[in-house]
Nanobody, 118 residues
Framework: QVQLVESGGGLVQPGGSLRLSCAAS????????MGWYRQTPGKERELVAD???????NYADSVKGRFTISRDNAKNTVYLQMNSLKPEDTAVYYC????????????WGKGTLVTVSS
């Protein structure tokens, strides 16, 4: 039983910045990696960035150098700092976590909409 709640989405102009937050609650001890995926209508959900419990990070090529993932274990929260935003970054962003013991168990937030437009 893990719940993930995202916040921080909204409308931003191209070139602007936005910071997403995801707070985890429930059986926190079950969580290993945490990260962010995004999805647009008609397309498959794709990984944006994630971070393992050990601090290793992984980024999609399209966001490298612009987005930064961070994690505050004391607050059970993961962040995504999004800079130099482009219209193609527009999507619903979903917080994700996997289970420390069973890799086939995945936890998802309900998503937060990011719209990059003038």
């Amino acid at each position: 039983q893990v719940q993930l709640v995202e916040s921080g989405g909204g409308l931003v102009q191209p070139g602007g910045s936005l910071r997403l937050s995801c707070a985890a609650s429930g059986s926190i001890f079950r969580i290993n990696a945490m990260g962010w995926y995004r999805q647009t209508p008609g397309k498959e959900r794709e990984l944006v960035a994630d971070m393992t419990s050990g601090g290793s990070t992984n980024y999609a090529d399209s966001v490298k150098g612009r987005f930064t993932i961070s994690r505050d274990n004391a607050k059970n929260t993961v962040y995504l700092q999004m800079n130099s935003l482009k219209p193609e970054d527009t999507a619903v962003y979903y917080c994700h976590a996997d289970n420390r013991y069973f890799s086939y168990i995945n936890y998802w937030g309900k998503g937060t909409l990011v719209t990059v437009s003038s």
